[in-house]
């Protein structure tokens, strides 16, 4: 029992690895948006160097995960028939895909027409990353995850947390940006989350084995999600407020939002790490 932090490296891979796609479809929507502004693009571009580095990060994480660098590639081997396979076969793919378009964007390299179907493709292949990383916990042996409740979950952390890297990134670009469309969608979002945590909460009390209780694996359940809700919704402040006054967001406070909305997410997810269990000798629920 505890907080599913012992996960870590699994909860960095999938909570920025979700906010980098988020943040890829919408800046990429604003790079295709300024398609008339030459400067604009570029700015863009050169500030979306860091999702990138994002996700890097989250693939160092789950490079950690594995216990060694080497087993990296053994991820690989059965592409197509392990769900753990396709995951990481997917994440590559966005990265490589999503990487090189930004590399030779930013190096002048890419033509136009070219480009903008390259980065399209890549928004795509971050959606199906995501999806893959919902099959991996799509296991009938560990009924505190298999059901919709993974899949809603992870792709709520795409519209809750990539919006406002974007917004970020936009605005260090100095770039206008439909703040308030984008913002509403993470306020939906969160309120989405709330319906899943409320709902997931019932569940739990009718999912058990033999021998344990699904609703009694975190002790600090309620507790944890409170905490993860206050951040979400600073978080989610630091970004709507200012839209609310008709003040332009500053990037100060659209960073601190990130962090907020991320810390939030991040203790989200440890809770669904620590929701694991087997079926055992016998399942009910």
Same mark, same amino acid.
């Given at each position: 029992?505890?907080?599913?932090?012992?996960?870590?490296?699994?909860?960095?891979?999938?909570?920025?690895?979700?906010?980098?796609?988020?943040?890829?479809?919408?800046?990429?929507?604003?790079?295709?948006?300024?398609?008339?502004?030459?400067?604009?693009?570029?700015?863009?571009? !050169?500030?979306?160097?860091?999702?990138?580095?994002?996700?890097?990060?989250? $693939?160092?994480?789950?490079?950690?995960?594995?216990?060694?660098?080497?087993?990296?590639?053994?991820?690989?081997?059965?592409?197509?028939?392990?769900?753990?396979?396709?995951?990481?076969?997917?994440?590559?793919? $966005?990265?490589?895909?999503?990487?090189?378009?930004?590399? =030779?964007?930013?190096?002048?390299?890419?033509?136009?027409?070219?480009?903008?179907?390259?980065?399209?493709?890549?928004?795509? !292949?971050?959606?199906?990353?995501?999806?893959?990383?919902?099959r991996v916990y799509q296991i009938d042996t560990v009924p505190t995850w298999y059901n919709g409740y993974t899949?809603?979950?992870?792709?709520?952390?795409?519209?809750?947390?990539?919006?406002?890297?974007?917004?970020?990134?936009?605005?260090?670009?100095?770039?206008? $940006?439909?703040?308030? %469309?984008?913002?509403?969608?993470?306020?939906?979002?969160?309120?989405?989350?709330?319906?899943?945590?409320?709902?997931?909460?019932?569940?739990?009390? %009718?999912?058990?084995?033999?021998?344990?209780?699904?609703?009694?694996?975190?002790?600090?359940?309620?507790? =944890?999600?409170?905490?993860?809700?206050?951040?979400?919704?600073?978080?989610?402040?630091?970004?709507?407020?200012?839209?609310?006054?008709?003040?332009?967001?500053?990037?100060?406070?659209?960073?601190?939002?990130?962090?907020?909305?991320?810390?939030?997410?991040?203790?989200?997810?440890?809770?669904?790490?620590?929701?694991?269990?087997?079926?055992?000798?016998?399942?009910?629920?």
């Amino acid at each position: 029992m505890g907080s599913g932090w012992h996960e870590w490296p699994l909860v960095l891979f999938t909570v920025l690895g979700q906010c980098v796609v988020g943040a890829t479809i919408i800046t990429g929507m604003g790079w295709l948006a300024a398609r008339n502004e030459i400067a604009d693009q570029r700015r863009i571009v !050169l500030n979306m160097f860091f999702l990138w580095v994002i996700m890097g990060i989250a $693939f160092f994480a789950s490079v950690l995960h594995l216990g060694s660098p080497l087993r990296a590639f053994n991820s690989l081997n059965r592409i197509g028939a392990s769900a753990l396979s396709n995951e990481i076969a997917s994440g590559s793919v $966005f990265f490589a895909v999503g990487g090189f378009w930004w590399l =030779l964007t930013a190096i002048g390299k890419m033509p136009a027409a070219l480009g903008r179907l390259w980065l399209a493709i890549s928004m795509v !292949l971050g959606l199906l990353f995501v999806w893959a990383m919902t099959r991996v916990y799509q296991i009938d042996t560990v009924p505190t995850w298999y059901n919709g409740y993974t899949t809603a979950s992870f792709f709520l952390t795409v519209v809750l947390t990539g919006p406002l890297f974007a917004a970020l990134l936009l605005k260090l670009a100095k770039v206008p $940006f439909n703040g308030k %469309f984008f913002a509403s969608l993470s306020v939906l979002a969160l309120l989405a989350s709330l319906a899943v945590v409320v709902m997931q909460t019932t569940e739990l009390g %009718f999912i058990h084995s033999s021998v344990q209780q699904a609703n009694a694996l975190l002790p600090d359940w309620g507790s =944890l999600q409170v905490w993860r809700f206050v951040l979400l919704t600073a978080g989610l402040g630091c970004w709507i407020c200012p839209l609310l006054r008709r003040v332009p967001p500053r990037a100060f406070g659209l960073a601190i939002g990130l962090l907020l909305v991320l810390a939030g997410e991040l203790i989200g997810r440890g809770l669904f790490y620590g929701l694991h269990m087997t079926v055992g000798m016998a399942i009910a629920g």
